[in-house]
Each structure stands twice: as C-alpha cells, then as structure tokens.
C-alpha cells in the first residue's frame, strides 16, 4: 500500500494542499455547498463559492472554518474527505499521512477536532503543527538558527503574530480578525453611508480591487451593486479606495495592536535581531495594497511580504515533510520517522 504525504494549510478562506514530490496540487475556497432537503455535500471548494449568494433556498453555502477553527465538523470531515481524495485520485497512492497546519492560540479541544475531522476523513496519522512555524519555513525565514525572526500570518479568520527562535516561538498573540473582518467592514460601511446592503462576494471584490491600507497617489473607484435599504430595490453606486481605506481601518487597527503587543513581549536580544531583519508578512491578507508600509510606519522596522504569501503556510509543510531529520524539533514521533 503506497502512503502519500500530505501537508494541509486548512484556511477559514482556502485550503492549501502540498504532496511531497509534487509541491502544491489543491487549492481550493474552504467552502462546502449543502443541500439541507437531504443533508448531503452538493459540491466542495470552487464550484461551491460559486453559488454563494445565487442558490434556491434548498441548497446552502457552508463555510466550516470560522475564524481558524472548525465551526461544523461534519462539513469539515466532508471536504477534507472530498480534497484528500483529490490528491490521491489518478495516482497509485491509497493512503495519505497528513501533516495539518493550526493556529498557535487555538485550545485542546479545537486541536481536537481538527485532528478528528481528519482521521476521520481517512488521513492516518495525522500530525499538526503550529501555522506560524509553517508560515516562517514557506516564507523563507531560518527558524532553527538562536536568532529572532517575526512572521505576521494575517489569512481570512485568524491574524497570527510571532516571534521565533531555535525552532520555537517564544512571543505570539492570535486574534479573530482577518480577511473576513475586511469583509465585514466593507458590508457595514457601505450599509451605514449608502444604506446599501451587499454580499460577501461583493466585499471582497471591492477589497480586491480598490482596497488598501495605506494612502495612495491616486484614488480609484468602483461600482458595486446592492439592494437599497430605503425601498428594496437594486442600485449602482461607486466607491472609493479612500472610502475603502476609511472601512478597514479599525480592523487594521487590531493587527497593529497584534503586532505591538508581541514585540512588547519579545526579549531584548531578540527584538535586536527583528530591528535588523525586519518583520515578515504572509497569508492572503498581506497582498492588501500598502500593508507593508502601514506595518512600516507603525513599528519603524523594515517590512517584507513573502514571495507567495497565500502558499506560505503550506510551503511551509512542504519543507517539513520533504526534510523531516532537519525539522525533527517541530514534529512530534507520530510521523518523525519515514
């Protein structure tokens, strides 16, 4: 029987997954399409985001992973089951031992279940590791070296700092807002100006295409679509980047308290390093336009977005598996040996 190893970046937004020898094969919105007449999965990743918003009232969207953690097992082992058997499907491969990345701050009872759901999807073992280690591997960074390097994990549920050294993280602070909370302040802020309400898809188009977190040279605009509060009825309206910048402000705001609240709790030593190398970005979040520099300016240290922020983490699991001896100190025996 032929394993496969698989390392799996199991987002709120995306799940990424890394097969050793192969890099990156899936990757896929974490969302599952549920039809509630008889309970059964319509469809998982692309095909279900795509019904988001336009589906009968039978047929619902599900997103299992609400702000890093698993919100509905079921779905969750049913499209960690339907991906597992994407990697495997086509290949003489029948098994997949599965290295799963988990955010740092999650509690036993969420590392539970994220290791149940995929055992139960028929991964065996399952080993997990902590997402900004992963994270720092995928981004490039010298982990195991006596030296402070920082990663600022920002993906769709979870914004994830840390400070590491010798394999280890020695400061870090996790909190629920992410690119979903752009999302939200989006919706809430073209609802309270406009009296306009309009979808996710929507949202993260706009945040997509006009959003930043710093001033830019030019302002840029955009005509969104919605359903006037007023009188119920569908309306154009445009936005601005600086409308945009104006929405996202308080949730940027929490990541800059992130960020500030781990180098406060890092060791002088350490945080002599980080003046010196600079702090690092990953996660899809980390491509809104001007991040970089509003970290910049906050904390006065160099920053850098990694060359793939949104593959970082499964990057990450990638060196992992294909260097298990190098990285001995992060697993744990269950898959240490191959």
Do not use: W
Request: proline share 4%; hydrophobic share 45%; with cysteine.
């Amino acid at each position: 029987m032929l394993t496969r190893y698989i390392g799996i970046d199991l987002g709120t937004a995306n799940t990424v997954i890394f097969a050793r020898g192969k890099g990156i094969i899936i990757r896929e919105p974490s969302v599952v399409a549920v039809n509630t007449k008889t309970d059964q999965v319509c469809s998982v990743g692309k095909e279900a985001k795509e019904i988001i918003g336009r589906s009968p009232g039978s047929i619902i969207a599900v997103h299992p992973l609400k702000d890093g953690v698993i919100a509905d097992f079921d779905i969750a082992t049913a499209m960690l089951q339907e991906m597992i058997k994407k990697t495997l499907r086509r290949t003489l491969f029948t098994k997949a031992r599965v290295l799963i990345c988990i955010p740092s701050g999650v509690t036993a009872v969420e590392r539970r279940a994220v290791k149940e759901a995929a055992e139960k999807a028929g991964a065996k073992p399952v080993q997990l590791v902590q997402a900004p280690l992963a994270a720092a591997l995928g981004a490039g960074l010298n982990v195991m070296e006596p030296a402070g390097t920082m990663i600022v994990d920002i993906g769709g549920g979870m914004c994830e700092t840390a400070v590491i050294s010798m394999g280890g993280i020695v400061a870090s602070r996790s909190i629920r807002v992410a690119g979903d909370a752009f999302d939200a302040a989006i919706v809430n802020f073209v609802r309270k100006k406009y009296n306009l309400l309009i979808g996710e898809r929507t949202a993260e188009s706009v945040k997509l295409g006009i959003g930043s977190a710093f001033p830019e040279e030019h302002v840029a605009t955009m005509e969104i679509r919605g359903r006037n509060l007023l009188n119920g009825l569908p309306e154009n309206i445009k936005v601005t980047s600086e409308e945009v910048r104006e929405a996202l402000s308080e949730p940027l705001s929490h990541v800059l308290d992130a960020i500030r609240e781990t180098l406060s709790h890092t060791p002088p030593e350490l945080s002599a390093d980080i003046i010196e190398q600079g702090i690092t970005l990953a996660g899809g979040s980390a491509l809104l336009r001007g991040m970089d520099k509003l970290v910049n300016r906050e904390t006065g240290m160099p920053v850098y977005v990694a060359e793939y922020p949104l593959d970082a983490v499964a990057e990450g699991t990638g060196r992992i598996l294909e260097h298990p001896d190098r990285y001995e100190e992060l697993l744990s025996e269950e898959i240490r040996y191959y």
